[in-house]
């Protein structure tokens, strides 16, 4: 469980294929503190660290992690957000975040304001659901609240400090990003799916 609050970023220093997964080896500030079998979030995946050497620590992906996120976009060079699990005791500065993307989104606006920057994403309609106005989603990792929201687009505003302390500063139109929607809306549409069914 994570809260969508970038601690870091870190670089991909290395990716290698091995059948239908790759593995991603990170350059991290953190790396010292972190242990195999340790559960990181990457842009907003939940990924577990497997080997660790000096600076740099490695995880895995599978096909399916592959498949629902921006994992396949990355390449040697790229800065991700980092965000390790929440401890019990730990305030909860942002939202529950499971670490577990559900599907990409295209950035198809940003604007640059006094004081902040404007973007706008466009995700899959089938989620369109579970985004309501001003309630919470992460991108990339990043807890945020939305605003202007369509039927398969939404908009959301960082101030200084998060773009300049996360990858938001490298996203520009036609980027695509990692997109979790609030698991609590979730649980609510399962409920009444199920009770929909109930009744017929």
């Known amino acids: 469980m994570f809260t969508g609050i970038i601690e870091t970023m870190a670089t991909i220093a290395d990716i290698q294929q091995e059948g239908t997964n790759i593995h991603v080896f990170v350059d991290s500030p953190i790396t010292q503190e972190l242990k195999v079998d340790q559960s990181v979030a990457h842009n907003g995946v939940c990924l577990t660290v497997v080997e660790i050497k000096g600076n740099i620590y490695k995880v895995t992906a599978v096909a399916e992690t592959l498949a629902k996120t921006n994992l396949s ?117 399962r409920k009444e799916a199920l009770s929909a069914k109930e009744l017929v």
């Open 73 to 189: 976009y990355w390449k040697k060079g790229d800065k991700v957000n980092l965000e390790r699990a929440l401890k019990l005791g730990d305030r909860l500065d942002g939202h529950f975040v499971q670490g577990h993307v559900d599907a990409t989104a295209t950035c198809i606006e940003k604007q640059v304001l006094e004081g902040s920057w404007l973007f706008r994403f466009r995700f899959p309609a089938s989620f369109a659901a579970l985004v309501i106005e001003k309630g919470s989603i992460c991108i990339n990792g990043v807890s945020l609240t939305v605003f202007n929201v369509g039927s398969d687009e939404c908009t959301v505003t960082i101030i200084p400090y998060t773009y300049t302390h996360t990858n938001f500063n490298a996203i520009e139109a036609g980027s695509v990003v990692n997109i979790e929607f609030d698991v609590l809306g979730k649980y609510f549409l």
